[in-house]
């Protein structure tokens, strides 16, 4: 049923808003949640949920879980862990329980309501699958699984990587309005997860402090420290290598979106996560004060030469995948913008007047 409003009743005793719930939102029979009648329950929540059967709860009439002394109780954690790391939107039915009695039920549901609600048309977005009752719109994180070990993870206009060795896995890059990266990665894998940045901008490090420390250039640590985050940096440099188990990875330095732009090469997969520098229907940001169109065409010609290396191209923005051809395209028409041999059309960003400048599918956005 396409939602407009979260109510009470709808909140399940772990602290689940079933509001949310893709069942409570379907247009054929909803769900009335877990407190209403078990017809148009789904079969688990009618007959299997262990919080929903809890003899304890039942015989002691405890309306919310955090009520009871084994709270957390495993059940309670399955449905913790789940829902903080499985869905393309985050929700703790922990969390919740702590809201309603720090602030009441009335403050509690004022801010779900403004958080669920889309911003479009008004009617509830779904935890599970993003998207919103009414217009359908999508919100947050599609988790989309490449192969058998490696993830692209789309927040919006931003994508950013998971990949699993046999040892550890690593993500390259945590975001942009996502919070909840580091769960996500150690849900699919299993396994240790470390962060390295393809460079400091900020729809690129949105769940950074989620790590005690992370890998990135040096050259980009001002950057990224001028948005205030105080995590740890453990530089990497050109040629380094990383291996995850079975998995080698080498790193690329290409100054010039930003002065510690890297690329990540997927050594035996033949696979270049390149970061902002390479796009193809995106736009390229070369205006503002840490890019530098020079060290930009150099960083391509240097590329240019070691693409032999890689078949394909996984960038942050744009088409996925795109291929070693278009660095010749890119470093060719940064040159003609460069030397001011095509003409940009004038258009204001952040505030700013800056010139677009169309090579092939890829804008340039540069400020002279
Ligand atoms: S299916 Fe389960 S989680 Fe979803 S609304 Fe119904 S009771 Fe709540
Ligand atoms: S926390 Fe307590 S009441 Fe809730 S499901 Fe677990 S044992 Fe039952
Ligand atoms: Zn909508
Ligand atoms: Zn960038
Ligand atoms: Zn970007």
């Avoid at 029979?29 to 003899?55: D, Q, S, T, Y």
């Avoid at 998971?162 to 990266?181: C, N, Q, V, Y």
């Avoid at 290396?309 to 278009?326: A, R, T, V």
Wanted: proline letters at 5%; one cysteine or more.
């Amino acid at each position: 049923m396409k939602g407009t409003m979260i109510s009470a009743e709808m909140i399940a005793p772990c602290g689940l808003n079933c509001s949310l719930c893709k069942r409570a939102l379907a247009e054929a029979n909803p769900c009335p949640g877990c407190h209403g009648p078990n017809e148009n329950k789904p079969e688990f929540c009618a007959e299997r949920c262990g919080i929903i059967l809890c003899r304890k709860r039942i015989e002691r009439g405890y309306k919310y879980c955090d009520e009871c002394p084994d709270y957390p109780c495993a059940d309670v954690m399955e449905k913790e862990t789940r829902y903080t790391s499985k869905y393309p939107l985050y929700e703790s039915p922990g969390k919740n329980l702590r809201d309603i009695r720090k602030f009441g039920m009335e403050k509690f549901l004022e801010a779900e309501q403004k958080q669920w609600i889309c911003k479009e048309c008004g009617h509830i977005i779904s935890v599970h699958t993003g998207i919103c009752s009414g217009c359908g719109k999508q919100y947050g994180a599609q988790i989309m699984q490449i192969n058998e070990d490696t993830w692209r993870i789309e927040d919006g206009t931003v994508r950013f990587f998971l990949l699993k060795g046999t040892e550890k896995a690593l993500l390259i890059d945590s975001g942009m309005t996502i919070r909840h990266a580091r769960e996500i990665a150690e849900a699919l894998t299993g396994l240790p997860v470390f962060l390295l940045n393809t460079h400091s901008d900020r729809d690129h490090t949105g769940c950074n402090e989620q790590f005690e420390f992370f890998y990135m250039h040096p050259a980009d640590e001002a950057h990224y420290r001028s948005s205030g985050k105080g995590n740890r940096l453990i530089p990497v440099k050109d040629g380094d290598e990383m291996d995850l188990g079975n998995r080698k990875l080498r790193i690329i330095h290409l100054p010039g979106h930003t002065s510690g732009s890297i690329a990540v090469l997927d050594i035996s997969r033949r696979v270049l996560i390149s970061g902002d520098p390479l796009q193809e229907h995106g736009h390229i940001f070369m205006f503002g004060e840490h890019r530098n169109m020079k060290d930009y065409i150099e960083s391509l010609e240097k590329l240019d030469k070691m693409k032999a290396d890689f078949d394909e191209i996984w960038p942050s923005h744009g088409d996925l995948p795109i291929y070693p051809d278009c660095i010749r395209k890119h470093c060719d028409g940064a040159k003609q913008i460069l030397n001011k041999e095509i003409k940009g059309t004038e258009k204001e960003v952040f505030g700013q007047k800056i010139k677009v400048y169309h090579i092939g599918e890829t804008a340039f956005l540069y400020d002279k």
